[in-house]
């Protein structure tokens, strides 16, 4: 992404929050008031998965998400390397459920 926005193939129109990999894009909740959409990748293991494997699994993670080669690929395509405990990710899988339900109901969408 970012070699493409560099050539000029890609203008970035905005950003949703502030951006390493794009520290010059506009943010679009500064004319958008209300946006609030980011995209986001998370793991997730099966109910009962015991907290040590949970840990290990996310410090085995965090630290591949800090390695330098792989900092500078998520860079490369616009991601930010990041992460949270599994009781932040848990409690974003929550707001984000209650955020796209409200979404669904005012756009008149039924639960299938």
Known sequence: MQN????????????????????????????????DNVSWFGMFAPRGTSRD????????????LKLPDVKRRLLDIGGEPGGTTPEECAARVRNEIAKWQKVAKAAGIKPQ
Do not use: E, H, M, N
């Not at 494997?53 to 630290?63: E, F, G, P, Y």
């Open 4 to 35: 493409a926005v560099r050539t000029g193939r890609v203008r970035i129109l905005g950003v949703s929050i502030p951006s390493t990999a794009f520290p010059d894009a506009p943010i679009i909740t500064t004319d958008v008031p209300g946006y």
């Open 53 to 64: 494997v949970v840990t290990r699994i996310r410090d085995d993670v965090a630290a591949v």
